[in-house]
């Protein structure tokens, strides 16, 4: 099992943050590491996707998850996250993520193979 205490830098293999800027101020972020949940290194995960509440609704989180699917498809099979929130749930299924069963600290999964652009 893979270490989850180290400090995460988005710098291993297939990882990248995204950050959306607007007039110089940082107003979302978004990461895609490999799994640290899951011993697999073709499944990648969603981390910190963050919008400032002033800028949410307008398709700024939607953007930044799409670049971020975009990415992992070059090096991931499937894409995991977490979330309890209804808000980021609805966002998620949208996009095309399902509820995730039976996988480690998963709460919506991804299946990236044989998908082309989004």
Do not use: C
């Amino acid at each position: 099992m893979m270490n989850t205490r180290r400090s995460n830098r988005f710098n291993r293999f297939g990882e990248s943050l995204f950050v959306a800027i607007i007039d110089e101020e940082v107003i979302g972020i978004g990461g895609l590491n490999i799994d640290p949940y899951l011993d697999l290194i073709d499944v990648g995960r969603v981390r910190h996707l963050y919008v400032l509440p002033r800028h949410r609704s307008s398709g700024v989180g939607k953007k930044l998850l799409g670049m971020i699917i975009e990415e992992a498809k070059k090096y991931f099979r499937t894409l995991t996250l977490y979330t309890e929130n209804p808000i980021a749930d609805k966002l998620y299924r949208n996009i095309g993520f399902s509820r995730a069963e039976g996988i480690q600290k998963a709460s919506h999964v991804l299946n990236l193979e044989g998908k082309e652009g989004m």
